[in-house]
């Protein structure tokens, strides 16, 4: 299981589970690629993510700041969200690896497992 996503602002628009966990696989790109923006598509929106790898503490839970800028159905939204270094660094220590469009696995770069 990867670390939960830390939201700190949703703009009043709900997370659906698959673009929760799309962020913060984004994020963890992010972080690895040591790229400051990155664009997404999900079922229920599609939008570009930011960071300046600025460290953020709130409320006890520290980590990078993201920020999404999302389009949906009603209209844009903005979303903001931390990404715990500990979550990363379990992500790095389980490896990463490429799927296939075939749907096998070959160790590489691009996903979770």
Same mark, same amino acid.
């Given at each position: ?5 830390? #939201? ?7 997370? @659906? ?7 913060? %696989?984004?994020?963890?790109?992010? *972080? !690895?690629? +040591? #790229? ?8 229920? #929106? ?5 960071? %300046? %790898?600025?460290?953020?503490?709130? $409320? $006890? *839970? @520290?980590?990078?700041? %993201? ?12 979303? *903001?969200?931390?990404? !715990? =270094? ?7 220590? @389980? $490896?990463?690896?490429?799927? +296939?469009?075939? $749907?096998?696995?070959?160790? =590489?770069? @691009?996903?979770?497992?």
């Amino acid at each position: 299981m990867i670390g939960k996503i830390y #939201c700190l602002q949703t703009g009043g628009y709900y997370l @659906s589970i698959e673009t929760r966990d799309l962020l913060m %696989f984004t994020a963890m790109y992010m *972080i !690895r690629d +040591k #790229c400051e923006r990155r664009t997404f598509k999900a079922a229920d #929106c599609e939008g570009e993510i930011k960071t %300046f %790898f600025e460290p953020t503490d709130m $409320g $006890g *839970i @520290s980590g990078y700041k %993201f920020v999404a800028v999302i389009e949906t159905d009603v209209g844009k939204r903005a979303i *903001i969200f931390l990404v !715990r =270094a500990r979550d990363y660094e379990g992500l790095e220590k @389980s $490896g990463w690896f490429e799927v +296939k469009k075939d $749907g096998s696995l070959e160790p =590489a770069v @691009s996903q979770f497992n």
